[in-house]
């Protein structure tokens, strides 16, 4: 499968919400493909959200510490508790930043031939699953920030 271009951050599909996916069919699994390949083709990479290789559907892969796969159409369960870990995006390359998220999640979804899956994960895989299913619905982790560290993000030259 191909390597796709990441977006950037100012890039407007990345705050278009995500539509779900209705069909499960060679497209869709090219799709989840092409993601794969684009998240194992640099150091470091974790997860990638459809939208950020300019489709906005409701897909994502996630690869970290022996535990990979994809979700179509995710749903996640967060847990209470919270941990500050420091955070980065594909679509702002080398830049990262504190920010909390729950420490656990239970991910529900369907795998690309429509089979349902369900992902629980703790630390940061859980981190993972959080932030790609953000941008599904148009939402960067930088807009979880308080303003005045958001200001300080951006003002640090993306």
Not at 49 to 72: C, T
Request: net charge positive; aromatic share 6%; with cysteine.
């Amino acid at each position: 499968m191909a390597v796709q271009p990441i977006r950037p951050f100012a890039d407007p599909v990345l705050r278009t919400v995500s539509e779900p996916v209705t069909t499960f069919d060679r497209p869709l699994r090219a799709l989840v493909k092409s993601l794969q390949a684009t998240m194992r083709a640099g150091a470091g990479r974790a997860g990638l959200a459809a939208p950020q290789i300019g489709v906005p559907l409701r897909v994502v892969v996630y690869e970290l510490d022996g535990k990979s796969g994809h979700l179509v159409n995710p749903r996640l369960e967060l847990s209470e508790r919270k941990i500050v870990a420091d955070e980065a995006c594909l679509s702002a390359p080398d830049r990262w930043w504190p920010l909390e998220r729950s420490y656990m999640v239970t991910a529900r979804g369907r795998d690309m031939f429509g089979k349902p899956v369900t992902v629980r994960a703790l630390g940061m895989l859980a981190r993972v699953l959080q932030h790609e299913a953000d941008h599904l619905d148009g939402t960067l982790f930088v807009d979880r920030l308080p303003e005045e560290e958001r200001e300080r993000f951006f003002a640090t030259n993306l």
